[in-house]
């Protein structure tokens, strides 16, 4: 475990010394505040619920938010308790403010793939791609400003779409037994 510990350190220190540039520092950080608190996936969804069209989108993708921030900010970041990487990697530096809460998983990866992947699911070829390239960049920016280690963003990546899809299967199920006990009714 320690061997790995250290490969996250030293990959944010590499990120640190040899991609962070002061003229893209402002690009990252905001491209890292779209992900706070997800936000930004919560109001896309919220948007989607409007037209009859991708209501069910809308509400699949709030399902998928809710899902994996119980996995993330609820369960597992409480139960792992990993302390920031700017707080133990010895030079690294932040870009932000010091977050409140634990490292492991990230949560704005976690929310960015849990949304975008059920548009990407539900909605392809409809925006859906531009939307997994944003979550992708969000995923990115926690490390670019030195919030999280690899493996959090990997692990946070990996419930995201865990999320996604156990949110599309809860939702064809439900809409599966009420199309049943209609027919019923029918009949």
């Given at each position: 475990m320690e061997v790995l510990g250290n490969l996250d350190g030293n990959l944010l220190l590499w990120i640190q010394e040899f991609v962070r540039q002061d003229w893209m520092d402002g690009f990252w950080k905001w491209i890292t505040m779209l992900g706070d608190s997800g936000w930004f996936?919560?109001?896309?969804?919220?948007?989607?619920?409007?037209?009859?069209s991708t209501r069910q989108v809308g509400l699949t993708a709030l399902l998928a938010l809710l899902i994996g921030a119980l996995c993330t900010n609820v369960l597992l970041k409480n139960l792992v308790a990993r302390v920031r990487p700017y707080e133990t990697v010895e030079g690294l530096q932040r870009l932000i403010e010091a977050q409140k809460d634990?490292?492991?998983?990230?949560?704005?990866?976690?929310?960015?793939?849990?949304?975008?992947?059920?548009?990407?699911?539900k909605m392809p070829g409809k925006g859906s791609a531009a939307c997994l390239v944003l979550a992708g960049l969000i995923a990115c920016s926690r490390l670019y400003v030195g919030v999280h280690y690899p493996t959090d963003v990997l692990a946070g990546l990996c419930i995201g779409i865990g999320s996604a899809c156990m949110a599309v299967a809860l939702w064809e199920r439900a809409s599966d037994v009420v199309m049943k006990k209609g027919k019923k009714k029918e009949e």
């Open positions: 996936w919560i109001l896309l969804s919220a948007l989607l619920m409007i037209p009859r634990f490292s492991f998983p990230s949560g704005h990866t976690c929310a960015s793939f849990a949304a975008a992947f059920v548009y990407w699911r």
